[in-house]
T-cell receptor, first 112, second 115 residues
Framework: ETGVTQTPRHLVMGMTNKKSLKCEQH?????MYWYKQSAKKPLELMFV???????ENNSVPSRFSPECPNSSHLFLHLHTLQPEDSALYLC???????????FGPGTRLTVT | AQSVTQLDSHVSVSEGTPVLLRCNYS??????LFWYVQHPNKGLQLLLK??????LVKGINGFEAEFKKSETSFHLTKPSAHMSDAAEYFC?????????????FGKGTHLIIQP
């Protein structure tokens, strides 16, 4: 499999649930990202990992918890989410911070 | 610091007519510039990139963009629109300065193709 993959593609969860989003990149890149894309709003960068180290956390609420066990895998752990957290969550990877990023297909999250 | 402005939030053209999506940028260094396309409920796909080589850059699906330093612009064009081009388009800048900025995304332009 090539490129950036994300699972699941769709997720519906209640506000008391705990779930995780998974991202895997097969491009040999060293940087990985989580973005949130809500309707009618610009793309929001949430977290950045460079060589497995978190280098950026853009004031994301603690109910979102990232994990990067190695350069190829990135997780986003979710717990006690709010309805306003419903969005498309996109994962991306790149070879360094200033180069083009390659995106996965996203996970459509609905919080009920 | 770097920033990017997409001048139109929506653009509507008829099938078979030219497409122009406008983008202006600011950058403290020699920038790299990108255009991405996003179809509904899909991830972003790289259309083309400029990285200080030729100023006219050709991308996928017949799109191209011209880097104009004097105008700080990187407009996206296509000679003849197709129905499958209907999507959201993002202009992106990277100043390569090595700072924490990385890539900066524009707010997007929604391209509508009229039959």
């Amino acid at each position: 499999e090539t490129g950036v993959t994300q699972t699941p593609r769709h997720l519906v969860m209640g506000m008391t649930n705990k779930k995780s989003l998974k991202c895997e990149q097969h491009l040999g890149h060293n940087a990985m990202y989580w973005y949130k894309q809500s309707a009618k709003k610009p793309l929001e960068l949430m977290f950045v990992y460079n060589f497995k180290e978190q280098t950026e956390n853009n004031s994301v609420p603690s109910r979102f918890s990232p994990e990067c066990p190695n350069s190829s895998h990135l997780f986003l752990h979710l717990h006690t989410l709010q309805p306003e957290d419903s969005a498309l969550y996109l994962c991306a990877s790149s070879q360094g911070r200033v180069h083009e990023q390659y995106f996965g297909p996203g996970t459509r999250l609905t919080v009920t | 610091a770097q920033s990017v402005t997409q001048l139109d939030s929506h653009v509507s053209v008829s099938e078979g007519t030219p497409v122009l999506l406008r983008c202006n940028y600011s950058s403290s260094y020699s920038p790299s510039l990108f255009w991405y396309v996003q179809h509904p409920n899909k991830g972003l796909q790289l259309l083309l990139k400029y990285t200080s080589a030729a100023t006219l850059v050709k991308g996928i699906n017949g799109f191209e963009a011209e880097f104009k330093k004097s105008e700080t612009s990187f407009h996206l064009t296509k000679p003849s629109a197709h129905m499958s081009d209907a999507a959201e388009y993002f202009c992106v800048v990277s100043d390569g300065g090595g700072g924490a900025d990385g890539l900066t995304f524009g707010k997007g332009t929604h391209l509508i193709i009229q039959p």
